[in-house]
């Protein structure tokens, strides 16, 4: 089936869209651009053998680009880019885990 049949199946209601070409629609050229970006930099540590601190550290200056994506995207859209991009997923999840090991008191914060 090409672009035009699948349109026309879309409009016609025989085929419905599916809910991630709603949030890939929904998702900006730049969050993307980011994701991709995140992505690149952790695969480049992790086959260099390095540790979460070190791509902790390593990615510290995207931290406020971070910030801004994570207030300016759905759970659905971060979600989506997870799963397009490992290593981004690899890097939500270090600070998912630095957060809980801060609200824990495992990370003592001065």
Do not use: W
Request: proline content about 5%.
């Amino acid at each position: 089936m090409d672009e035009i049949e699948l349109v026309d199946s879309v409009i016609s209601g025989k085929i419905k869209p599916s809910h991630e070409n709603s949030i890939v629609q929904q998702l900006k050229p730049e969050h993307v651009r980011l994701a991709e970006r995140i992505h690149k930099k952790v695969i480049r540590f992790l086959k260099h053998g390095s540790d979460e601190l070190e791509i902790l550290t390593g990615l510290t200056s995207y931290m406020p680009k971070f910030k801004a994506l994570m207030d300016s995207t759905s759970e659905a859209e971060m979600d989506l880019l997870c799963r397009r991009y490992s290593g981004f997923h690899k890097y939500v999840q270090i600070l998912e885990n630095l957060a809980a090991g801060i609200r824990s008191g495992d990370i003592p914060v001065p």
